[in-house]
Nanobody, 114 residues
Framework: QVQLVESGGGFVQAGGSLILSCSAS????????MGWYRQAPGKRRELVAT???????NYAAALKGRFTISKDRAGLTVYLQMNSLKFEDTPVYYC????????WGQGTQVTVSS
């Protein structure tokens, strides 16, 4: 089992920046892929970015350039730096971990005010 705890969500004005963090604990395997997804009410959960020691980083095309995903040296905490935030960046953001199984965090709300 892997537990994911997200933090860093909150309110920000359009054009501002925010950093989300996700700390993983439990049985962490080295070839894992961690990442962030987001989901707006009534919509499907969508990819934001992923990172792994094997395949590097991957971003949703529409977000590349404004969002940056990174990991700490231990590989247990993943960060999402979000810049130039827009109103449509408002959904709930979920941390995701995958090895042989999938695990999700509880989600953190980001609210961008215009």
């Amino acid at each position: 089992q892997v537990q994911l705890v997200e933090s860093g969500g909150g309110f920000v004005q359009a054009g501002g920046s925010l950093i989300l963090s996700c700390s993983a604990s439990g049985k962490i395997l080295g070839f894992n892929v961690m990442g962030w997804y987001r989901q707006a009410p009534g919509k499907r959960r969508e990819l934001v970015a992923t990172i792994s020691s094997v395949s590097g980083t991957n971003y949703a095309a529409a977000l590349k350039g404004r969002f940056t995903i990174s990991k700490d040296r231990a590989g247990l905490t993943v960060y999402l730096q979000m810049n130039s935030l827009k109103f449509e960046d408002t959904p709930v953001y979920y941390c995701h971990y995958r090895d042989y199984n999938d695990f999700w965090g509880q989600g953190t709300q980001v609210t961008v005010s215009s």
